[in-house]
């Protein structure tokens, strides 16, 4: 079975920048820009998914408007000159689509993108992992990214989520010692 997994890659130092994603789940993506004939997915879930990303990149529905990322509060750690957007859909069939842009990062570096939930909002249960100390605070970090020479991320991600509305935080996480370096508050979106 094709296994379309790329963190190992990552995780020795790939940098991923300006990329279309689609994230099917922890440890689980594909690279749209590298895919090869042959790469679509068995799982019918995982096809029909990848479908409706590929539509919506060749005839892109409007963003919402771009939600800045700002230095966290006292949880967190501040890089000067550290600043970030999102951009995304309100709704999006299969998860949620939602486009990344960084700057001024640490350069050639490693960064944990996450989705954070509160068990008190929506979507919290449909998160992958329980807040080590927090278990009914539930994450998922989706992706690994590193940064270019420049400090700069930018990519677009299908995340495949579970059906249902979302009310989460969007953290950027360091790898050295997992601070939140970059954040937005809560945010809502569907999953259709």
């Known amino acids: 079975m094709k296994k379309f997994i790329l963190l190992g890659g990552l995780l020795l130092g790939r940098a991923l920048f300006a990329h279309d994603i689609i994230v099917f789940g922890k440890n689980d993506f594909l690279l749209l820009d590298s895919e090869k004939p042959g790469a679509t997915p068995v799982d019918a879930t995982k096809a029909t998914f990848l479908a409706a990303v590929k539509t919506d990149l060749a005839h892109p529905a409007p963003f919402a408007a771009p939600f800045k990322l700002s230095a966290p509060p006292e949880w967190g750690k501040t890089i000067a000159g550290a600043v970030g957007q999102i ?106």
């Open 87 to 192: 951009e995304f859909h309100g709704k999006f069939s299969g998860g949620f689509f939602v486009r990344v842009t960084l700057e001024g990062l640490a350069a050639d570096h490693h960064y944990i993108l996450t989705l954070n939930g509160n068990p008190k909002l929506a979507g919290n249960e449909r998160l992958a992992d329980p807040v080590p100390g927090l278990p009914a605070e539930r994450y998922f970090d989706f992706l690994t990214a590193t940064t270019d020479a420049h400090g700069h991320y930018e990519a677009t991600f299908a995340i495949a989520l579970l059906p249902g509305p979302y009310d989460v935080r969007f953290y950027v996480k360091d790898t050295t010692d997992f601070k939140i370096v970059l954040y937005h508050d809560y945010f809502k979106f569907a999953v259709e």
